[in-house]
C-alpha cells in the first residue's frame, strides 16, 4: 500500500505513527505526492486535492488521516490502539476530532506563511487571539491527566496528538502560542511523551519534511 502526502501534515504523520507503534512501518511505501497541492495529477487521484490519502493494491483510495489511522490500527498485528470500551473509543475519537476541526484549520494560515509564503492577516490573528487557545483548552479539557491522552496506555489519541506538537513547539513556534501556560495535563501529557522513541522518530520525519519544502521554495525563489 502506498501513502500519498507529506510528513509536516499532521494528518499524514498520525498513520505513520499508528504504523510505527505497531511495527509495520515497512509495510507502508511512503510515495509522496503526484503534484503539488492543486494539481490535477493529485485531483485525479483524490478530488479533494487533500493529503493524506491511501492506495491500496486493488486500486482503492482512502482519504483522511483519521480515516487511514484506524485502517492501519485494523489491519497491522501489534497492539490495538483504539481503547476496547466505548467511552474510551469515543474520546480517543474525539482527540481527532479536535485536532481536525478546531485545531489544524487554525494552524493552516501559520503555516503558510512559511510554506508558501502567504500572508492572511485576518485568519493569522483570528488563529492567535481565539483559533488556537480554544482548540488547546478543549485538548486540556479532554486529557486524562497522565502520560497518556486516554485511558492508561498508548492510544490513536496520542497518535493524533503528537504531530501537531511539532507545528505548536518547533515549526510555527515563534508565533509565540504557549501550549502549556494555564494546562497543566497539556504540560504533564507531552513532559511524559516529549522523548519517546516515537515522537523522536515522528519529528525527525516532519524536520525533514520541513527543511525538504523550504529547500524547493527557496529553489524556486
Ligand atoms: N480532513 C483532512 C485534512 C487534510 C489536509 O487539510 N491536508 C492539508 C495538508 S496538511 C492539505 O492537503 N492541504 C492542501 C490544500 O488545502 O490545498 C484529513 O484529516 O486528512
Not at 46 to 66: A, H, R, S
Amino acid at each position: 500500500m502506498r501513502l500519498r502526502g507529506v510528513s509536516l501534515s499532521p494528518y499524514y504523520e498520525r498513520a505513520l505513527i499508528v504504523a510505527d507503534v505497531k511495527g509495520a512501518l515497512e509495510k507502508v511505501e511512503e510515495a509522496g505526492m503526484p503534484g503539488p497541492f492543486g494539481s490535477d495529477a493529485l485531483k485525479s487521484e483524490n478530488p479533494t486535492g487533500k493529503i493524506p490519502y491511501l492506495l491500496l493494491d486493488d486500486g482503492t483510495m482512502l482519504p483522511e488521516g483519521q480515516v487511514i489511522a484506524e485502517y492501519f490500527n485494523d489491519v497491522f498485528d501489534g497492539p490495538d490502539l483504539m481503547p476496547a470500551d466505548a467511552l474510551g473509543a469515543a474520546r480517543a475519537r474525539l482527540f481527532g476530532r479536535i485536532i481536525d476541526l478546531y485545531l489544524g484549520i487554525h494552524t493552516t494560515p501559520l503555516a503558510r506563511t512559511i510554506t508558501r509564503g502567504t500572508r492572511d492577516e485576518a485568519a493569522i490573528e483570528a488563529a492567535l487571539s481565539t483559533g488556537i487557545p480554544m482548540a488547546m483548552d478543549l485538548i486540556e479539557r479532554n486529557l486524562a491527566g497522565g502520560a497518556y491522552a486516554v485511558g492508561d496506555r498508548f492510544s490513536l489519541a496520542d497518535a493524533a496528538l503528537i504531530p501537531p506538537m511539532f507545528h505548536l513547539t518547533v515549526f510555527l513556534a515563534h508565533f509565540d502560542i504557549k501550549p502549556f501556560d494555564g494546562r497543566p495535563k497539556f504540560a504533564a501529557w507531552w513532559d511524559a511523551n516529549r522523548d519517546t522513541d516515537v515522537v523522536q522518530r515522528c519529528f525527525a520525519r516532519m524536520q525533514k519534511s520541513l527543511d525538504f519544502i523550504l529547500s524547493l521554495r527557496k529553489a524556486a525563489q
